[in-house]
């Protein structure tokens, strides 16, 4: 099996749920749900779906960076809202990180995220060209 790289943010959600933000597994970086929090995990962009959007991307985008990857590399996102009327908000920072990666992906309404104020999480899954 391939060297497993394990990708930690020091976020408290880790150690009281037992994960880490990203594992790689040889080519393939499966990155976890990223929330709209700051480095302390205060919640960044209150009230703004866009926003918080754009911050769960910029998460993924470090983590994909510290595995040795980027953003151009995913194939694969799934965008966890509270609120599919404000799809479209979710939907153009997407389209601003993704427009020309145009990764497979799925929007879904979820009835509550883990942290009060929080609007959307995403998650993602990239595979490294190794060449």
């Known amino acids: 099996m391939a060297e497993k790289k394990l990708v930690r943010t020091g976020t408290k959600w880790e150690p009281m749920v037992g994960y880490c933000r990203a594992v790689r597994v040889g080519a393939h970086i499966a990155v976890s749900g990223s ?3 700051d480095g302390d995990g205060e919640l960044v962009g209150p009230g703004d779906a866009y926003l918080q959007a754009k911050r769960c991307i910029e ?3 470090a983590a994909l960076q510290e595995a040795g990857s980027g953003l151009n590399d995913v ?4 965008m966890f809202v509270t609120d599919i009327l404000r799809w479209e908000e979710v939907a153009l920072a997407h389209q601003e990180a993704f427009a020309d990666i145009t990764p497979a992906t799925t929007m879904v ?3 509550r995220l883990i ?3 929080m ?3 995403i998650e993602a899954d990239a595979i490294v060209n190794e060449q």
């Open 75 to 78: 194939v694969r996102t799934r």
């Open 109 to 111: 309404e979820v009835s």
């Open 59 to 61: 998460i993924i985008a």
């Open 35 to 37: 929330a709209p929090v």
């Open 119 to 121: 609007l959307v999480e």
């Open 115 to 117: 942290g009060d104020g």
